[in-house]
């Protein structure tokens, strides 16, 4: 009995292993036969996805379609056909079959970058503005006991000092030059290296918005760091640079002088 067992038990095993051992090896595809079969398969999936609306395929599917008695009517097909091959709109909106993504036109893009170059525009303008113009010369300047004045201005294509040129002609740009008087009113010395940090800036008819300008001679506003004497007087000068057509009608100036985290402006 106990033969038989092992008989039976060897038999099992040698028709297992001949079995086994036929048969053709798997089918090797090209990969154009595969790109075809994985394109059928993203394809057949979109199709038949409920939740897809965008895409390849709009795959929601109306009460009774899946019936076989079901018959579309004709406006049904005309929307269906409509939805398939969407036209061009007025905004010229496309759709990537691949992502389901919405394609920008070249039309949308120059629209954002228009949008963009507005909005930096904006920004300038509501920077310029923000700022308190309401204080006096003296007030914006903000150098405790001396009182500043600005007695006139120039506009020149180049800055000349003591018979020898300190900014030198820019195409397309114009030097403004302000003149400004001060006079130490207190009753001490006054040292303006403590108020070296100041910035200061100028606005033409309340638009462009310039940086003064770096000049090496020893009375301008923005680097002077000597001191005054009580009772001193001393004449200044603060250049800006703009353009041609910035400085072709000038109505306003206003000065905006930056210190401290705080900006302070006033109407020249």
């Known amino acids: 009995m106990k033969t038989n067992r092992i008989l039976l038990l060897a038999s099992v095993l040698c028709f297992s292993l001949i079995a086994t051992g036929c048969g053709e090896p798997l089918y090797e595809m090209t990969s154009e036969e595969e790109a075809i079969i994985t394109l059928y398969a993203s394809k057949a999936v979109a199709k038949f996805n409920k939740n897809q609306v965008i895409g390849i395929a709009n795959a929601r599917v109306k009460k009774g379609e899946l019936d076989d008695e079901y018959v579309p009517d004709e ?39 228009s949008d963009e170059g507005a909005t930096g525009e904006t920004s300038n303008d509501e920077e310029s503005s923000s700022a308190d113009t309401g204080y006096s010369f003296t007030n914006a300047v903000g150098i405790e006991g001396v009182e500043f004045t600005c007695s006139e201005f120039d506009v020149t294509s180049e800055y000349k000092a003591s018979s020898s040129f300190v900014l030198t002609q820019i195409k397309g740009k114009k030097y403004l030059v302000l003149y400004i008087e001060a006079e130490n009113k ?83």
């Open 186 to 268: 207190s009753d001490s010395a006054v040292d303006f290296s403590k108020n070296s940090n100041r910035e200061y800036s100028l606005s033409l008819n309340g638009g462009e918005k310039s940086k003064s300008q770096y000049t090496p001679v020893s009375n301008d506003l923005s680097t002077f760091k000597g001191s005054m004497k009580p009772g001193e007087k001393k004449s200044f000068i603060i250049v800006f640079s703009f353009s041609n057509s910035a400085v072709e009608s000038i109505s306003s100036l206003e000065l905006y002088v930056t210190s401290d985290g705080s900006t302070r402006g006033t109407t020249i």
């Open 75 to 113: 406006d049904q097909e005309d929307q269906e056909n409509q939805e398939e091959v969407p036209e061009e709109t007025s905004t010229e909106e496309l759709i990537d079959p691949e992502t389901g993504e919405p394609i920008a036109s070249e039309e949308s893009e120059d629209m954002e970058s």
